[in-house]
């Protein structure tokens, strides 16, 4: 009953956007810490982004470009990428914890994000 669902990932050009979502039920989102992890082909997951009460953290690699947000009032965070480049494909997971970075909770099936020409 407890689940987050994410969505918005697709195919973009590289300098294109798109918006990711994680969409919680079951509990309120704006209690915990959210983090988006992502995972491409033969490599291991990395932390991306992640979003508490008080900060927002990106990875040196995405920084300037992406950004993290709540929107409380329907229980979502999301992820506003920018100037996307090749490296950024890959699949695209959120999950939630006390405090940033969460680690060690279960994946769901995450949104595929590919850039590419």
């Known amino acids: 009953q407890v689940q987050l669902v994410e969505s918005g990932g697709g195919l973009v050009q590289p300098g294109g956007s798109l918006r990711l979502s994680c969409a919680a039920s079951?509990?309120?989102?704006?209690?915990?810490?959210v983090a988006w992890f992502r995972q491409a082909p033969g490599k291991e997951r990395e932390a991306v982004s992640c979003?508490?009460?008080?900060?927002?953290s990106y990875a040196d690699s995405v920084k300037g470009r992406f950004t993290i947000s709540r929107d409380n009032a329907k229980n979502t965070v999301y992820l506003q990428m920018e100037s996307l480049k090749p490296e950024d494909t890959a699949v695209y997971y959120c999950?939630?914890?006390?405090?940033?970075?969460?680690?060690?909770?279960?994946w769901g099936q995450g949104t595929q994000v590919t850039v590419s020409s």
């Open positions: 079951g509990f309120r989102l704006n209690y915990y810490a």
């Open positions: 999950t939630t914890g006390v405090v940033c970075w969460p680690s060690g909770g279960s």
């Open positions: 979003i508490s009460s008080s900060s927002t």
